[in-house]
């Protein structure tokens, strides 16, 4: 039997500003990554977020990126370890303890935008992220793009790790996401993100940008919540994968 967790980045509004179909996506998927203040969201947003998820029975993540609000997490900072370090600390301790006083507890870390695309190459930087979040709760199951050293790191440190694969993202063949500014680097037919999703979740392999075939480890799906078309691609992969036999379970299922 198939299971996967299926994810979307979410708590991303600030102040006055919208993004995402929150309250729409989050009854679909199994687990929310919520944005911690850096990248974007505030402390109402993060917890109208939680009250959500809460309300919908689904696992809760801090998203924690870059202190970058107008580059919305998405440009490379020059940061050490430390740094890093310090600042994954300070956002999963703020929606960590939002979630404590919502009875609710964090299943999962998984970076956000360059962080993320950063960790996944770079170990020492991948290792700090991982202690700041063993520091915190031993328990967090650190997620992060499939064969990355993000993923490395956590197993090296003890933690659980869940691998990450995405539904609408070009890959290349040493198993990064392609950057957004090349052409490809987002699939916008959904047939066609939908059948890569399942063949990475049920033969473990996904087709490069440039036309190879990579082994790809799929424990989580990601799929985005601030697109136009977000909830009608989202409600159509439940659907495929309900027909493929494949079961939607949150991390702490998958990963135990």
């Not at 770079?122 to 967090?140: M, N, R, V």
């Not at 049920?202 to 480890?217: A, N, R």
Request: aromatic share 6%.
């Amino acid at each position: 039997m198939y299971k996967v967790d299926l994810n979307s980045d979410l708590g991303e509004s600030f102040g006055r500003y919208t993004i995402g179909n929150d309250d729409k996506i989050i009854p679909l998927i199994s687990s929310a990554n919520i944005a911690c203040g850096f990248h974007a969201s505030d402390p109402v947003v993060m917890t109208t977020a939680i009250e959500q998820t809460k309300e919908a029975g689904i696992q809760i993540g801090a998203h924690p990126g870059f202190p970058d609000l107008m580059g919305f997490g998405r440009r490379n900072l020059a940061v050490s370890p430390a740094e890093a370090k310090a600042y994954t600390l300070y956002q999963i301790s703020a929606l960590g303890g939002m979630c404590k006083a919502h009875n609710m507890r964090l299943q999962h870390v998984k970076p956000h935008g360059a962080l993320y695309n950063m960790a996944a190459k770079d170990y020492e930087l991948s290792k700090a992220i991982c202690e700041a979040i063993k520091s915190y709760d031993p328990e967090i199951i650190v997620m992060g793009l499939s064969g990355s050293e993000i993923i490395r790191a956590a197993k090296d440190l003890g933690l659980k790790a869940a691998s990450e694969v995405f539904a609408d993202r070009a890959y290349e063949e040493d198993g990064t996401l392609v950057n957004r500014r090349k052409e490809g680097a987002v699939i916008k037919d959904e047939n066609e993100a939908i059948a890569r999703v399942i063949r990475m979740i049920k033969e473990q392999k996904v087709t490069t940008i440039t036309g190879k075939d990579i082994s790809i480890q799929a424990d989580s799906v990601c799929v985005h919540g601030d697109g136009e078309k977000a909830l009608l691609f989202v409600e159509k992969i439940r659907k495929a994968m309900a027909e493929e036999g494949i079961t939607i379970s949150p991390l702490k299922d998958i990963c135990n």
